[in-house]
């Protein structure tokens, strides 16, 4: 059941109006393109829900970045965002973050919807940890610091096997 796929499969289900179960999605040359291109791994273990992040104008955070969190947020609900090596400073290599939906919740903080994968359990685990701190990042595309809140992981999935 499990194939390079199945990450994104699932994420890219959440998208598909009518779609009920990720696996009934067929055969995609895009996601098959997708995962290839990022090196999904065979065997992954994934999460999804839901965080925030807070934006600045200086490394110090003590300016909101209204237009830098708009456009983040703008860019996401157009585009979406896969990011590989997600915040590999704090989870090593690895981790492949799909970004597909996000809120503007106050002047200084978004929510944004994510699921997260990675052939390594450990790093999930880190991921999901509601006291996991992350150092501020700049953000060269929005030219924004951004702080990011802890992940509040909502379901988790392991590969069927073991491996
Ligand atoms: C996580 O995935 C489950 C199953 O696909 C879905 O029902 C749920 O809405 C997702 N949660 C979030 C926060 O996206
Ligand atoms: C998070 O930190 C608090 C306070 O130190 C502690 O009580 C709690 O058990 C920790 N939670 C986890 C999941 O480690």
């Given at each position: 059941?499990?194939?390079?796929?199945?990450?994104?499969?699932?994420?890219?289900?959440?998208?598909?109006?009518?779609?009920?179960?990720?696996?009934?999605?067929?055969?995609?040359?895009?996601?098959?393109?997708?995962?290839?291109?990022?090196?999904?791994?065979?065997?992954?273990?994934?999460?999804?829900?839901?965080h925030q992040a807070k934006g600045y104008k200086?490394q110090?955070a003590?300016?909101?970045n209204?237009?830098g969190l708009?456009?983040d947020?703008?860019?996401?609900?157009?585009?979406?965002?896969?990011?590989?090596?997600?915040r590999?400073?704090?989870?090593?290599?690895?981790?492949?973050?799909?970004?597909?939906?996000?809120?503007?919740?106050?002047?200084d903080t978004n929510?944004y919807?994510?699921?997260?994968?990675?052939?390594?359990?450990?790093?999930?685990?880190?991921?999901?940890?509601?006291?996991?701190?992350y150092p501020i990042v700049y953000d060269q595309q929005h030219d924004t610091w951004f702080i990011d809140e802890?992940?509040?992981?909502?379901?988790?999935?392991?590969?069927?096997?073991?491996?």
């Amino acid at each position: 059941m499990f194939s390079p796929r199945t990450i994104i499969l699932t994420a890219f289900g959440l998208m598909l109006a009518g779609t009920s179960s990720a696996m009934k999605v067929p055969e995609s040359l895009l996601l098959n393109s997708v995962a290839e291109s990022i090196a999904l791994p065979m065997y992954t273990w994934s999460a999804n829900g839901t965080h925030q992040a807070k934006g600045y104008k200086t490394q110090q955070a003590d300016v909101n970045n209204a237009k830098g969190l708009h456009e983040d947020c703008e860019n996401i609900n157009l585009n979406r965002k896969l990011a590989t090596n997600f915040r590999s400073d704090v989870l090593g290599p690895g981790v492949i973050g799909f970004f597909y939906k996000c809120e503007k919740i106050s002047d200084d903080t978004n929510l944004y919807w994510f699921t997260i994968s990675s052939g390594e359990k450990s790093q999930i685990d880190q991921l999901c940890d509601p006291n996991q701190t992350y150092p501020i990042v700049y953000d060269q595309q929005h030219d924004t610091w951004f702080i990011d809140e802890p992940f509040d992981c909502t379901q988790r999935t392991s590969p069927s096997i073991s491996v």
